[in-house]
């Protein structure tokens, strides 16, 4: 079988697991015990933390270790809306943000605040334009993501932080779970104060996240107990789960560079067998997008038939976000480009990992061209 469905998971390096392993065997001290075992725990965690402020380019003590990308961005919201509510309570964010920070915001309004959702381009891109005309006296959050997981966009991180150090009272926050290692990442440039991050994303473990804050930024816990994170996520540390996360980010950071131009060629050799397929239409932008997405849409094929008749072929691939994959609604990140609602129905993503190679996307794309003239005389959206 071959595994194109990276944005949703991707395996976990061997030297993971390994690492894993190895702390699961011999450091499973509490690292708040005060005995040999408990040092030997908090000296692996000192030593993660160091490896994953290195590879962000911040100190130690803004990273905090989390559950997950879910959890660093409901921390990172909430934590900031409980905080300065008594300052604002409007919130911007974008109408592609994955579900854990849309819900959020949601979930927020239920509890008075207000939130303005920018639209975006055909590109799935935000405009800074859109966020000056959003922005309003009480606006204490901004929240963009930085790479969408669907169609790959790259928003202009760079330019809104900037702008943003206007508004020093406003917080700028960043969901950079599919940007980690496949596009340069520049936290204290940007200006960004809190970023989250996923392990399982790049081929670390699953259950496992950071949330980046920036020093002296005080936001509210999520989750109040015996203090660990400096108070800001109590609960015993998943030692396990964050040296394996510290593997992968280590593994992650130094093949950055060979990997992105490795995948942005991959990527090209998948639009462009892509574009001989008849009436293929692709959904990623051109520019500026991530190395490892490709979203397309074969018009009049029902993505769900498509993605098991490459199953059938041996290709894993998705339909969307792997947790609204379920859903039989379009996709809203895809609307929300301006994207028809036939071609959203009929949208696949391809996601690339670091195992992937030129042969696999041969086969793929030997498959796709399989599948579609076995379906297209029954096609039916
Ligand atoms: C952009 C983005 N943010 C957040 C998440 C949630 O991360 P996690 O699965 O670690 O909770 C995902 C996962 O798909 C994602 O793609």
């Given at each position: ?78 934590g900031v809306a409980m ?169 992650a950071d130094e093949a ?26 692709i959904n990623t932008p ?96």
């Amino acid at each position: 079988m071959i595994y194109l469905d990276n944005s949703a998971t991707t395996q976990p390096d061997p030297q993971v697991i390994e690492t894993m392993k190895r702390t699961m065997e011999t450091f499973y001290g509490n690292p708040s015990s005060l005995h040999r075992m408990g040092v030997e725990a908090e000296n692996v965690l000192k030593q993660a933390r160091q490896i994953a402020a290195q590879a962000l380019g911040k100190k130690p003590s803004e990273i905090y270790f989390t559950s997950g990308g879910t959890e660093s961005n409901n921390t990172a919201i909430k934590g900031v809306a409980m905080r300065y509510k008594d300052r604002g309570r409007h919130i911007i964010t974008t109408q592609v943000e994955h579900a854990s920070v849309i819900d959020v915001c949601r979930q927020l309004e239920e509890f008075g605040f207000e939130v303005t959702y920018l639209p975006v381009d055909n590109q799935g891109r935000v405009s800074i334009d859109s966020l000056k005309q959003a922005m309003r006296p009480d606006t204490i959050l901004v929240s963009i993501m930085h790479v969408n997981n669907e169609v790959g966009t790259i928003q202009p991180i760079n330019q809104i932080g900037t702008y943003l150090k206007l508004f020093p009272k406003v917080i700028f926050h960043v969901d950079a779970v599919q940007s980690f290692g496949k596009v340069p990442l520049r936290i204290n440039e940007w200006g960004i104060d809190l970023l989250s991050l996923s392990a399982h994303k790049f081929h670390g473990p699953r259950g496992i996240g950071i949330l980046v804050k920036r020093e002296n930024l005080q936001i509210e816990p999520l989750l109040k107990g015996g203090g660990q994170e400096g108070g800001l996520r109590s609960g015993t540390e998943n030692i396990p789960g964050i040296a394996g996360m510290a593997k992968a980010m280590r593994l992650a950071d130094e093949a950055a560079s060979k990997e992105i131009i490795r995948l942005q060629k991959l990527k090209q050799q998948l639009i462009s067998g892509l574009e001989e397929i008849n009436g293929c239409e692709i959904n990623t932008p051109t520019e500026n997008s991530a190395p490892h997405i490709i979203n397309f849409s074969i018009p009049g094929m029902k993505a769900e038939v498509l993605l098991h008749a490459l199953e059938a072929e041996g290709f894993y691939v998705s339909t969307r976000s792997a947790c609204s994959a379920k859903s039989d609604e379009p996709s809203p990140v895809l609307l929300a480009s301006g994207i028809p609602v036939e071609r959203a129905k009929a949208a696949l993503r391809i996601s690339l990992g670091k195992s992937n190679t030129e042969e696999e996307i041969d086969q793929f794309l030997q498959a796709l061209q399989r599948c579609v003239k076995r379906i297209l005389p029954y096609r039916k959206v």
